[in-house]
């Protein structure tokens, strides 16, 4: 340890009691363990310090409004990771978290009380103040880099991993604890405050918060270790005065040790003999005996603002203990400090056998001999650098080099899964929560679903009942903005509507977003319905926006909205006069349509809705195609694709002889773009309202004399736009269009060209190539083509064969 200190001052080592003492017979003590959150090393230690040490309470950094938290730690259904959430019910976003993972220090502390029936109490500000205060700054002070530097390290991650995660010593706590005050009186010999009474205790005067733990509600106080062991005389407790604050002290950590030392003398107080204080290291120095008169600290803590919150434990996972989410406490390797804090035997061997084992599951060779390898890399480094053990430094050197043969981008891949790893912890079912947590854990546990923080593929068949209610609990979820579930692309090729395919992630955060939507009401089903009710209640809200709501409420079976959404839907498309604004919601109407069958959706009121939409689509249609320039010609073509596709899907009879009635009256004018035109003449076409001779006396009428060469690009484009298969098949209408481009003058062409290269770059390659072949080899007409006979035994023969693929039988 003495590498701890070679360039700060030295102060005075702060000795602990002999182990075998009667606590009885004692006079009372206090012992601070300074940690670092989430430092395995300190957790290891904290554990043999508190077995040693036997304290009859203890006292840990966290909000002091939390101690009925406690009571679940014993709880085999609490599963760190794991995190405390502190929220104001009124306004749930405003909300902090504490997180605690299995090899957290305090996590450990926590375990021994409840393992040794011994009292345990958070002794941080509460979180009614942390909440109502506007966060503050901390100084600029990394304590880890301040030590590492003066240790001759230039990375504090590895200073910190030689000194602490590789040993288990309990005598770690005084030496860290004496480093932090050396640097603290080092900071405030460098701020021009030092503290004005010798017998203060160590740093009492500069109480600075480092840069990754400012203080801010979300995050824990301290990133570093230490301890001190104190024992308190009774009549000591108005012998030293606490300094006065200093230039450069942070108030918000002052503010937060006052409370620490007020939480100590009140445990004193109440008869407590051994008192194990765990806090981080960068305030053990402030908390260790004496403490002081109380009258400064209370003038510290008087008049602070408090506001209204609620506790409760949620779920938490490895990511988001990264320092790389942003936590400032956090650490950047979780996944390395859970394997060192669980496999103490053989660690090295164990660890490199698990990113075997990961390179493996992608399909990569690592052998038996490579782990070998790596294992004797790893030691020979640490025996070079003087290190117990190999630390994360080399078995990422010894990876890198012998496992991953230099390749960064399977070193990149261990680092996020086994460096930072991924882990999701559970909370149990009676953890104090909102009704709405409370419905969506039960619906979760009866359908089955995991919460994983992997993304992981979810397939169902909602043909199957439990398969519909999780595709109902998910879209309900998306109306609710908690977005766990997202939908994609399935993996298998399937054209029907009865598959959905969902790619779930479950995020810390959404225990917030659940708290927040418990607003709209105590299930997921009722909250979904009045959120959704309450968006579609806007004044502006378009068609387009109801129908997406009336989709989103089949697909969630929300019956309730259902009714309201309609009849809004239909007053709003009452009043909406741009058919365009219609024709464009018609495809989404139909699309909501379809999935009645499957779901066992009543959908006829949606039946009646998309009716009447059709018949003002069909009579404002006609008028909406005048007078429209190129550009808004294209869009317009676009949505009568869409909503003739749409009409054709639907497959109601009434409905496709309205809307091609209405196309044929387009057809037949000539007052309207080419583009249009040509689009509706092909969809008539496709049809069959009209033949293919009826379609190439369309085209060759608009190819004649008298239209510019730009107008007779437009009809080409409405008509053959993005379906080439027409010219390889129609050797008449290929004709027709080879004639006309042949007949066109050097200026024509250049003037028409980017339109044709735009019509005839949306063909795919295939048809680009057949309809070459066929100009090539020269485009008979119909005349020369004649009328060949068919080979009927030939056409009996193919017949069979297809037959026999699709499996119908001969």
């Not at 493996?360 to 053990?389: F, K, M, Q």
């Not at 730009?710 to 269009?737: C, N, P, S, Y």
């Amino acid at each position: 340890m003495d590498r701890l200190l070679p360039r700060l001052p030295r102060g005075r080592r702060v000795n602990a009691p002999a182990p075998d003492s009667d606590p009885a017979a004692a006079a009372q003590q206090t012992r601070v363990f300074g940690i670092r959150h989430h430092g395995p090393g300190s957790a290891r230690s904290l554990c043999l310090a508190l077995t040693h040490y036997r304290p009859d309470t203890i006292l840990i950094e966290g909000p002091a409004d939390a101690d009925p938290l406690t009571a679940f730690v014993d709880d085999p259904d609490l599963v760190p990771p794991v995190a405390m959430i502190a929220y104001v019910p009124d306004t749930p976003t405003r909300a902090a978290f504490w997180p605690f993972a299995e090899f957290s220090p305090e996590w450990q502390a926590l375990r021994y009380a409840a393992e040794h029936d011994v009292p345990v109490h958070f002794c941080d500000l509460p979180a009614t103040t942390v909440l109502a205060l506007d966060a503050e700054p901390g100084d600029s002070i990394d304590p880890l880099a301040e030590l590492a530097t003066a240790a001759g390290y230039d990375d504090a991650e590895r200073w910190w991993d030689a000194i602490v995660e590789s040993t288990t010593d309990i005598e770690t706590f005084d030496a860290l604890t004496e480093a932090m005050g050396a640097l603290r009186d080092s900071i405030a010999g460098r701020a021009g405050s030092v503290p004005s009474d010798p017998g203060a205790p160590r740093g009492s005067g500069t109480r600075a918060e480092s840069p990754s733990s400012s203080g801010s509600p979300e995050e824990h106080a301290a990133t570093s270790s230490g301890s001190a062991t104190t024992e308190r005389d009774p009549a000591s407790s108005t012998a030293n005065e606490r300094p006065a604050p200093g230039d450069g002290i942070d108030t918000h950590t002052l503010r937060r040790e006052a409370y620490m030392r007020q939480t100590i003398r009140q445990a004193l107080k109440g008869g407590a003999q051994r008192v194990a204080i765990v806090c981080g290291a960068w305030h053990a120095p402030a908390l260790v005996e004496p403490l002081g008169p109380a009258a400064p600290d209370a003038r510290l803590l008087k008049g602070l603002p408090k506001v209204k919150t609620r506790l409760t434990w949620v779920p938490w996972t490895h990511s988001r203990l990264a320092a790389a989410s942003g936590y400032g406490a956090g650490v950047t390797s979780p996944g390395w400090y859970r394997h060192l804090f669980s496999e103490t035997d053989q660690p090295i061997a164990r660890w490199l056998t698990k990113v075997a084992t990961a390179l493996r599951g992608h399909d990569l060779p690592v052998s038996s001999a490579h782990i070998i390898e790596a294992v004797r890399l790893a030691e020979t480094l640490a025996s070079l650098r003087d290190r117990p053990l190999a630390g994360l430094s080399e078995v990422t050197e010894a990876t890198r080099a012998v496992l991953c043969d230099g390749d960064e981008t399977l070193l990149r891949l261990i680092g996020a899964e086994l460096v930072v790893g991924e882990a999701l912890g559970a909370v149990p079912a009676t953890t104090p929560t909102v009704p709405l947590d409370a419905d969506l854990r039960a619906q979760i546990r009866t359908l089955r679903l995991k919460q994983q923080p992997q993304a992981t593929l979810v397939e169902l068949d909602l043909r199957k009942e439990r398969d519909r209610l999780k595709s109902r609990l998910l879209h309900q979820l998306r109306i609710l903005e908690l977005g766990w579930g997202t939908p994609t692309d399935s993996e298998v090729r399937a054209t029907g509507t009865f598959r959905e395919t969902w790619a779930l992630q479950w995020e810390p955060e959404f225990a917030v977003a659940v708290i927040e939507a418990s607003r709209w009401g105590t299930t997921v089903r009722s909250a979904a319905e009045t959120k959704l009710l309450d968006t579609a209640r806007r004044d502006d809200r378009t068609v387009g926006d109801l129908t997406d709501a009336l989709g989103l409420a089949l697909l969630a079976d929300l019956g309730g909205a259902t009714t309201e959404l309609i009849r809004r839907l239909e007053s709003v498309a009452a009043l909406d006069h741009d058919v365009t604004h219609l024709l464009a919601t018609l495809p989404g109407l139909v699309r909501t349509l379809r999935y009645g069958d499957v779901r066992g959706t009543d959908t006829a009121a949606l039946t009646h809705v998309a009716d009447g939409m059709l018949i003002r689509i069909c009579a404002g249609l006609p008028g909406a195609v005048t007078g429209l320039d190129t550009d808004a010609a294209q869009e317009l073509r676009a949505l009568i694709d869409a909503g003739h596709t749409a009409i054709h899907i639907r497959d109601d009879a009434g409905a496709r002889d309205a809307w091609l009635g209405t196309l044929h009256r387009i057809a037949d004018r000539d007052d309207v773009h080419g583009a249009i035109v040509g689009r509706t003449v092909r969809l008539l076409c496709d049809a069959g309202r009209i033949d293919a001779g009826e379609s190439a006396r369309r085209l060759a009428a608009a190819l004649s004399i008298g239209s510019t060469a730009a107008a007779k690009a437009d009809w080409i484009d409405g008509f053959l736009g993005g379906r080439g298969l027409l010219l390889v098949h129609d050797r008449e209408l290929l004709r027709l269009v080879d004639d006309w481009l042949g007949g066109l003058d050097d200026d024509q062409f250049i003037q028409t060209l980017p339109l044709l290269r735009r019509t005839f770059g949306a063909f795919e390659s295939g048809e680009r190539r057949a309809i070459g072949a066929a100009v090539r080899d020269g485009v008979p007409s119909a005349a020369d083509a004649g009328t060949a006979p068919l080979d009927v035994d030939r056409g009996i023969r193919a017949m069979r064969v297809v037959a026999d693929i699709l499996g119908v039988g001969s």
